[in-house]
């Protein structure tokens, strides 16, 4: 029962995918190399992140979704289309680790359920 599961959601990824990528091809034709708005990993990356489909893994709690938030909103705002998709997170919690990230919350006062 656990391969059949393991079947369905690969299954479901590879749609995931395919569609991801049949959107970025047919909205419009992205540059090879697409700035991060981090100039270091740039440099790490060879230039840049290549555009497409991406997939970020680490260890809980080091940085993944504020560093994705961040280049996702840097992405944004230069016109380049961006789909974040988890599934570990709420569209509230995005939210709320956007607003942090950006630091756009009124001084003194935190985020709460």
Same mark, same amino acid.
């Given at each position: ?7 369905? &959601?690969?299954? @479901?990824?590879?749609?995931? %995918? ?10 419009? @034709? ?8 981090? &100039? ?13 489909? &991406? ?14 938030? @961040? ?6 705002? %230069? ?23 950006? &630091? ?10």
């Amino acid at each position: 029962m656990k391969d059949n599961h393991i079947k369905k &959601n690969t299954v @479901q990824f590879e749609k995931i %995918r395919s569609g991801v990528s049949e959107f970025f091809d047919e909205k419009r @034709q992205l540059p090879r190399l697409i700035k991060t708005g981090f &100039n270091t990993l740039d440099e790490m990356l060879g230039g840049g992140l290549a555009s497409g489909l &991406n997939v970020l893994g680490a260890k809980p709690g080091s940085g993944k979704t504020s560093l994705v938030l @961040q280049m996702a909103e840097h992405f944004s705002s %230069r016109g380049v289309p961006v789909l974040y998709f988890s599934l570990e997170m709420s569209l509230l919690t995005i939210c709320k680790s956007s607003a942090a990230t950006r &630091n756009t919350r009124p001084k003194g006062r935190t985020l709460t359920r």
